[in-house]
């Protein structure tokens, strides 16, 4: 297919939330059905969805342009532009593109400027003040009747559009176009003479857009319902926000026709394209470092986890063999010790099992400082020992992280993985390479103490949260849409009933309607009730509205508006990225989880309690094995107890009566949808009274716990090994494949798992 002699260049995708209706992928599938050989993303204010568009655009042949619709204060009638005065400031906009690496820092500078630097009151904006110094690399494009110039010359104020106009060029030398738009707006229509006219007489170019919210004119209906969502409006108020059937991307033959008098308009756009060969760079981990450089941070953290594991296994130890340990665990990787030089510890099972952390430990360091990972390590053991130091309560560790000898050397985490059966390479696999991410849990009414630590000690502009966006989902949508139709409650709520909502499987509209029999035949027989499901199938999936993540908080190296773009959340004073929490890692930031447990809060609030009582209580070193305890959890009287309060999970602990830990582990990793149709099977297990039969004698040591039912992520692990022959960097990618139902990637691991088996006998 030929490319298009035209490049649509104002497309407002759906993260301009409840105004651009065109998820960032269905832009460039668009572009490239209507053959444009490239098209641009600009959403107000924001870059949020261009790492997305510029991956699809990769994907789909199609040339990204990454730009924003830039709020700029109205200047004033001297010229001067005004600031934050007492009177919220008019916006005017202008379209930014980025040519070049300088063009993209800066636009993200600007956005990010926009939504930082004002009063909380106002719409986010620059005045053009701000520009200076920041328009290298960008291109301007006037906005058309969203722009000062296009408002000026409609209201006959010539001199003030002049003094604009050589604002503008000042900034944008040689890279300034007069942008034309013709989609039946009086105010560009009556501008747009006096608009060429005054192009023409400064030789600046022209350049024709379709500012366009909507990929097809079949959407026209549900960006109008979008529009009343977003004002909570009703689609037959007259007083209300309205869409316009002139907002789709429109193919390059009606554009031509629209511009046949101003060819040159239309050939602009291809100009502009070819201007603009930059995408969203893709970095590398970028983090402050505590020593220096990479070096230093491997030293250190080699150095910091030795002295570590000392100190962490010196209680497992009588004192005489204190001395010997450390002489030992700090001798290095290259080291080859001798048991004979280590009388204390030269005792049968005892060295082995030294030998078994020395060796586990200095493993795990080579890995993490092969990928160059030591500083993230040492960041989150620096914070987490400063939080310890402030009595702030701190979770022992959970998910894949708890694996790690290296973290429970630091004090990241407070469970030895050895003793418990962890595997590292859950965490970090050498044979997939991805960031770290540990699950850190701290006091909900302290966490914000532990942040502002970390805002103090690598600055303010250095630390932000992660933005989030919620979703149309289906029942939300109907509901949201009901209400703008004027439904009633009764029969929304009603409709949205029908809608399967499942945790773990929520249903989309479509798959409801096809596979709910009874909501097809409302929509087959009532002509409101098919409006209704037809306008919520088009928004459902949209962003409606942004937030910020629970736990995730970036810290750089450098001010983060020269990383990613920011905003800010009106619910906290800390700026927010633009870019969520899959795409912020492309662009070079680490996520470190500073999760809220309200359970840490409430134990601490009982430890501080019974102090008050004179009895003292040390939770790091409350048995495992106490035997009131079980009694307890084998009644089910555990209203409160974190993970084991809810009904069901309280009749499973009375069903299995759990006699150790590794039960109650268990029971919380088989209580979920899925796993838990295993409960009844693991109860009888273990009272005897159902048989425990294995595929092959060598499962036994490894499901011997969980009385041969496979539980755990790392049992999957361990017997790929076993009986394949696996490395544990290759049964961790079995697991992740499994774990997302990657359907390729199980096909081809079931034949090296096969094969494998077959290798070793099996």
Not at 251 to 276: G, H, S, W, Y
Not at 568 to 578: A, F, L, W, Y
Not at 627 to 637: F, I
Request: charged share 25%; with cysteine.
């Amino acid at each position: 297919m030929p490319h298009a002699q035209f490049v649509p260049l104002r497309i407002f995708s759906s993260y301009t939330m409840l105004d651009g209706a065109i998820d960032p992928k269905a832009i460039a599938k668009t572009a490239a059905e209507r053959g444009f050989p490239a098209a641009a993303i600009t959403d107000r204010n924001g870059l949020y969805g261009s790492v997305a568009y510029a991956k699809a655009c990769k994907d789909m042949g199609v040339q990204p342009v990454i730009g924003t619709m830039l709020a700029v204060a109205r200047p004033d009638r001297d010229g001067a532009a005004t600031g934050f005065g007492p009177a919220a400031p008019t916006i005017d906009w202008l379209a930014l593109y980025a040519q070049d690496s300088k063009g993209y820092d800066n636009l993200c500078h600007l956005v990010s400027r926009a939504h930082l630097d004002r009063p909380l009151e106002f719409e986010a904006h620059v005045v053009l003040a701000d520009l200076v110094g920041h328009t290298d690399g960008l291109i301007c494009l006037t906005a058309a009747g969203e722009g000062a110039l296009v408002q000026l010359l409609a209201g006959s104020q010539q001199a003030a559009a002049e003094a604009y106009l050589d604002r503008l060029q000042e900034l944008f030398p040689q890279r300034l176009y007069i942008e034309v738009a013709r989609r039946n707006d009086a105010q560009e229509e009556a501008a747009e003479e006096a608009l060429i006219d005054l192009a023409y007489a400064r030789d600046l170019p022209l350049v024709a857009t379709n500012p366009a919210r909507f990929a097809d004119r079949s959407f026209y209906d549900a960006h109008d319902a979008m529009l009343c969502i977003a004002s909570s409006t009703h689609v037959d108020s007259t007083d209300r926000p309205r869409s316009s059937k002139e907002w789709w991307i429109k193919p390059a033959e009606v554009m031509e026709e629209l511009f046949k008098d101003l060819p040159e308009a239309i050939a602009n756009t291809l100009v502009v394209a070819q201007r603009c060969a930059v995408m969203p760079p893709k970095r590398k981990p970028i983090l402050p470092s505590l020593a220096g450089d990479q070096e230093g941070e491997a030293q250190m953290c080699a150095e910091d986890s030795r002295k570590g594991l000392v100190l962490r296994l010196l209680p497992y130890y009588p004192e005489a063999a204190h001395g010997e340990l450390e002489r030992l665990l700090c001798l290095g990787p290259d080291a080859q010790p001798d048991a004979a030089d280590y009388p204390q510890l030269n005792v049968a099972g005892v060295w082995e099992e030294v030998i078994g952390y020395r060796d586990r430990l200095e493993f795990e360091v080579g890995i993490i400082n092969r990928m160059g990972f030591g500083g993230y390590f040492l960041i989150v053991a620096d914070f987490i020992k400063w939080a310890k130091e402030q009595g702030i309560p701190v979770g022992p560790g959970r998910g894949s992280g708890a694996g790690s000898l290296v973290a429970w050397a630091l004090t990241i985490t407070d469970l030895d993985p050895i003793k418990l059966g962890l595997l590292f390479e859950r965490f970090l696999n050498p044979e997939r390479v991805s960031m770290p991410d540990f699950d850190i849990d701290f006091c909900e009414t302290r966490r914000g103490e532990v942040i502002r630590y970390v805002q103090r000690k690598y600055g303010l502009d250095h630390v932000a949260q992660i933005i989030t966006f919620g979703k149309l989902k289906a029942r939300a949508v109907l509901r949201d849409t009901g209400r703008i139709l004027q439904m009633s409650y009764g029969q929304t709520d009603r409709l949205c009933k029908m809608v399967p909502n499942h945790p773990t499987d929520p249903w989309p509209l479509p798959r409801a309607l096809n596979g709910v029999l009874e909501l097809k035949r409302e929509y087959d027989r009532d002509p409101e009730v098919k409006r209704l499901i037809d306008l919520a199938m088009q928004l459902e999936g949209l962003p409606r509205n942004s937030s910020t993540h629970a736990a995730g908080v970036v810290i750089g190296d450098r001010p983060l508006a020269q990383l990613v773009p920011l905003y800010r959340d009106p619910r906290s004073d800390m700026p927010v990225t633009q870019f969520d929490m899959k795409h912020v890692e492309d662009a070079g930031l680490v996520k470190f989880d500073f999760l809220g447990l309200k359970t840490l809060s409430v134990l601490r609030k009982a430890v501080d309690l019974m102090g008050k009582r004179g009895i003292e209580i040390d939770l790091s070193a409350l048995a495992w094995d106490d035997e009131q305890t079980y009694k307890l959890l084998q009644s089910g009287d555990t209203v409160g107890v974190f993970q084991l309060e809810s009904e069901g999970m309280r009749r499973t602990l009375a069903a299995v009566k759990p006699t150790n830990f590794g039960d109650i582990i268990a029971l919380v990793s088989l209580y979920r949808p899925g796993p838990m149709d295993n409960i009844p099977s693991f109860a009888l297990r273990k009272a005897g009274r159902e048989k425990v039969e294995l595929l092959h004698p060598a499962m036994e040591p490894i499901l011997r716990e969980t009385y041969g039912i496979i539980v755990y992520q790392e049992q999957v692990m361990s017997l790929a090994r076993e009986l394949a022959g696996y490395s544990l960097g290759q049964a961790d990618l079995l697991r992740r494949a499994m774990g997302k139902k990657i359907h390729a990637e199980m096909v081809a691991q079931k034949a090296d798992f096969c094969a494998g088996a077959a290798a070793n006998g099996i």
